[in-house]
């Protein structure tokens, strides 16, 4: 008989994520257990008790998925159980902490393929990234910073805070980003003014770009918000959105319900991906970005 499909919640919040807990399901794994408050250094015993405890086959039929709220953590946490496994007792592991990588992975494939319609290459923009030191600003910036493109990471306040949290995910991911103010009128006005893409990642029911700002952009192309609650966090810019022209402009915009979507569609083909495959695989936002894409 066939032995039941498992998946590991591990967390290091002090709950585990209902979305997630739904997304499992309906992916079609048959049991599920939450691990919380859960610390980096008991990694590798929590994952050599659950590869241990199965025969090669069962180890088959289940999978590690490292949430929480810190993007950085939950990927360490994802290297240490890599490194916790040996043949033939490996799993497959995801990593989407806040359900940001599958989040950030649709929204930059909505924008790559809203440009695509005008023949416009994601690789050549200059993306202007609004409350980019949460989960969700922070892996868009690594995943458009990883396709070529200029990401600029926009302070909302202390520009210095903003530029430390920058060198941060450059030394540990590789990839360099642009410190800009943005927190006056003439701040967000003057990026607007080079910046071809913006995006909106601010906390829920802050309105963080006004009509005003970037009605008079002669350079933007996309304006895009993640945010679903109201009010939006760009003036103008319904959550519905796919594409569709802001006001009086000729800016596309794409809303929250349009995204989560395609984020929906994301997690479900990633998280199956590590139930019905053979061999382990180990996803993270690289591969959350390509499934979107294949799907926008």
């Given at each position: 008989?066939?032995?039941?499909?498992?998946?590991?919640?591990?967390?290091?919040?002090?709950?585990?994520?209902?979305?997630?807990v739904n997304m499992a399901f309906d992916a079609g794994f048959d049991k599920l257990m939450p691990y919380t408050s859960v610390g980096l250094d008991e990694i590798s015993a929590l994952t050599q008790d659950a590869?241990?405890?199965?025969?090669?086959?069962?180890?088959?039929?289940?999978?590690?998925?490292?949430?929480?709220?810190?993007?950085?953590?939950?990927?360490?946490?994802?290297?240490?159980?890599?490194?916790?496994?040996?043949?033939?007792?490996?799993?497959?592991?995801?990593?989407?902490?806040?359900?940001?990588?599958?989040?950030?992975?649709?929204?930059?494939?909505?924008?790559?393929?809203?440009?695509?319609?005008?023949?416009?290459?994601?690789?050549?923009?200059?993306?202007?990234?609004?409350?980019?030191?949460?989960?969700?600003?922070?892996?868009?910036?690594?995943?458009?910073?990883?396709?070529?493109?200029?990401?600029?990471?926009?302070?909302?306040?202390?520009?210095?805070?903003?530029?430390?949290?920058?060198?941060?995910?450059?030394?540990?991911?590789?990839?360099?980003?642009?410190?800009?103010?943005?927190?006056?009128?003439?701040?967000?006005?003057?990026?607007?003014?080079?910046?071809?893409?913006?995006?909106?990642?601010?906390?829920?029911?802050?309105?963080?770009?006004?009509?005003?700002?970037?009605?008079?952009?002669?350079?933007?192309?996309?304006?895009?918000?993640?945010?679903?609650?109201?009010?939006?966090?760009?003036?103008?810019?319904?959550?519905?959105?796919?594409?569709?022209?802001?006001?009086?402009?000729?800016?596309?915009?794409?809303?929250?319900?349009?995204?989560?979507?395609?984020?929906?569609?994301?997690?479900?083909?990633?998280?199956?991906?590590?139930?019905?495959?053979?061999?382990?695989?180990?996803?993270?936002?690289?591969?959350?970005?390509?499934?979107?894409?294949?799907?926008?």
């Amino acid at each position: 008989m066939e032995k039941v499909s498992i998946l590991h919640l591990i967390t290091a919040a002090s709950n585990a994520s209902p979305f997630d807990v739904n997304m499992a399901f309906d992916a079609g794994f048959d049991k599920l257990m939450p691990y919380t408050s859960v610390g980096l250094d008991e990694i590798s015993a929590l994952t050599q008790d659950a590869i241990f405890s199965r025969s090669p086959s069962g180890v088959k039929r289940e999978a590690l998925f490292f949430g929480g709220r810190d993007i950085s953590l939950a990927v360490d946490m994802q290297e240490m159980a890599k490194k916790a496994m040996f043949d033939p007792f490996s799993v497959s592991t995801m990593t989407d902490p806040s359900g940001a990588f599958t989040t950030s992975g649709a929204l930059i494939a909505k924008i790559s393929q809203h440009l695509a319609h005008t023949h416009d290459a994601l690789s050549k923009q200059t993306i202007a990234i609004f409350g980019a030191s949460g989960a969700v600003g922070s892996t868009s910036a690594l995943i458009v910073a990883a396709q070529g493109a200029k990401a600029q990471l926009v302070a909302h306040g202390d520009v210095g805070e903003m530029q430390k949290h920058a060198d941060m995910l450059k030394k540990k991911y590789g990839c360099k980003f642009e410190v800009v103010a943005g927190a006056s009128d003439e701040d967000k006005i003057k990026l607007l003014q080079t910046a071809t893409v913006a995006i909106t990642a601010a906390p829920t029911g802050v309105r963080v770009l006004e009509a005003k700002h970037y009605q008079d952009s002669s350079s933007l192309k996309v304006v895009a918000d993640v945010n679903a609650v109201s009010p939006s966090g760009i003036d103008g810019v319904d959550a519905q959105f796919d594409g569709n022209k802001v006001g009086n402009t000729t800016i596309l915009g794409i809303g929250a319900l349009s995204i989560g979507q395609l984020k929906y569609v994301t997690q479900q083909k990633l998280l199956q991906q590590m139930l019905l495959g053979e061999k382990p695989v180990h996803l993270d936002y690289n591969h959350a970005f390509k499934i979107a894409c294949d799907h926008s």
